[in-house]
């Protein structure tokens, strides 16, 4: 019989797509369950969570919509949501008036704190894969992000080590490493902040 590998390919992409987006399904349903307990759309804690855990002058409306893959108009009206919940804030930057920052308020600090439990209901499927599962899943999840990265699809934020930008402890003191992308000195603590300019070392 005629074995074809390109057709075989083709076979097998297209009925992990299917699986793949069946996942994404099944995934944004238990997501809209857990945010819905806490008045929000899972978009907003991912908001809420980007402005967290992203480094303060990296956190502007700009890379919040590019961290979701959307327009900056569908990110902004999400964003709007959270001003209106008083959850976050907006500063216009100084230095250009295009940039816009964004801020939690105290209100959003405390949700933040409350949200530790949100995800916990996909944790608990993940481990009840078999042992076995997890290095596949792992090495086939990493490889695929890798492509949604390259191809502009997705983009990861990461703290500054193994950046290509990152000169660390080139000075003494309170800011000790350098990033040469936005030519500035940096805190330690600032430094294992996610920043969504990450550009990983090859
Ligand atoms: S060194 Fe890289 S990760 Fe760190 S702030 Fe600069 S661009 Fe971002």
């Known amino acids: 019989m005629f074995f074809d590998p390109k057709l075989r390919k083709q076979n097998r992409s297209a009925s992990l797509s299917m699986a793949l987006l069946?996942?994404?399904q099944a995934i944004k349903?238990?997501?809209?369950?857990?945010?819905?307990?806490?008045?929000?759309?899972?978009?907003?804690?991912?908001?809420?969570?980007?402005?967290?855990?992203?480094?303060?002058?990296?956190?502007?409306?700009?890379t919040f919509a590019a961290s979701i893959g959307a327009s900056h108009v569908t990110a902004v009206k999400i964003l709007n949501g959270l001003v209106q919940k008083g959850l976050i804030y907006k500063i216009t930057s100084s230095v250009d008036r295009r940039i816009t920052h964004l801020r939690l308020t105290n209100e959003g600090f405390a949700l933040i704190v409350k949200l530790n439990q949100w995800g916990n209901r996909l944790q608990d499927v993940v481990q009840s894969l078999e042992e076995s599962s997890y290095e596949k899943l792992e090495a086939g999840l990493g490889a695929l992000v890798k492509i949604m990265q390259q191809q502009g699809y997705l983009v990861v934020a990461e703290p500054c080590l193994g950046c290509v930008h990152f000169k660390p402890n080139i000075v003494q003191g309170e800011y000790p490493h350098y990033c040469d992308l936005i030519e500035k000195y940096l805190t330690h603590e600032a430094s294992l902040k996610e920043c969504p300019e990450h550009t990983y070392l090859r």
Do not use: W, Y
């Open 22 to 24: 069946r996942v994404a």
């Open 29 to 62: 349903s238990i997501n809209q369950d857990e945010s819905g307990a806490f008045g929000l759309s899972p978009v907003q804690i991912q908001a809420l969570q980007f402005i967290h855990h992203t480094r303060d002058d990296m956190v502007t409306v700009k």
